[in-house]
């Protein structure tokens, strides 16, 4: 049964380690730590993304800023209470962890694939350009009765077909995992840069 579940949650990044491990929570006894990797895109730029790193694989007193290391894992999500209402925080839950040299162009720095569920009716939009966008919002079941809910932006006619899903859709996706600053409004004319995460899709199958 865990296997089986494991397998609808598939990441594998490489980047270099840009944040020394900070301590998110205990479970049983066991450490679990956050860092944050910069993972390089195809156009030169980078993705920051949060990783959640267990006190068993690694040494979470050391600091490995500039380094490199590979990880495998699920992408997950949970609800933070904050300002009145919960707010979705995402991250690369670690299951192996190696260091790697340095990048290695002929490795795919950035995939995961997905098997889930559609529960909410998609957005479909363009942009300004003209540029079709559908954003979707994925649950993938975990062990023991829990979800990660996983935002997922399509493109294209990927988006187009997307645009057609129903609410408790099966889908499989496999793409990329990007982060995206944006500008949150506070009250009065205060406001925020947070930075959201969500799967780039870059191929998509709807399940019967």
């Known amino acids: 049964m865990t296997d089986k579940v494991i397998e609808n949650n598939q990441v594998s990044i490489m980047g270099k380690v840009a944040a020394e491990f900070s301590f998110s929570h205990e479970v049983f006894g066991e450490g679990f730590y956050m860092t944050e990797l910069l993972v390089k895109r195809l156009s030169d730029s ?3 993304i949060p990783v959640m790193v267990s006190e068993r694989l690694v040494d979470v007193s050391q600091d490995y800023r500039g380094e490199y290391i ?18 979705l925080v995402l991250s690369v839950f670690a299951r192996e962890l190696s260091f790697v040299e340095e990048e290695d162009d002929k490795i795919k720095s950035n995939q995961i694939f997905l098997d889930g569920f559609i529960c909410k009716t998609p957005i479909y939009r363009r942009t300004p350009l003209g540029r079709e966008i559908a954003d979707m919002l994925v649950a993938v079941n975990r062990p023991y009765g829990k979800s990660d809910y996983i935002p997922c932006i399509s493109w294209g006619r990927n988006a187009r077909f997307a645009s057609t899903f129903e609410v408790g859709g099966h889908v499989q996706i496999w793409g990329r995992i990007q982060s995206r600053e944006y500008v949150k409004k506070l009250e009065g004319d205060l406001t925020e840069k ?4 969500e799967v780039s899709v870059s191929k998509i199958e709807y399940l019967d």
Do not use: I, L, P
């Open 194 to 197: 947070r930075t959201a995460y």
């Open 46 to 48: 980078y993705d920051r």
């Open 70 to 87: 590979q990880v495998t894992g699920q992408f997950r999500s949970y609800n933070r209470h904050e300002e009145k209402k919960n707010r």
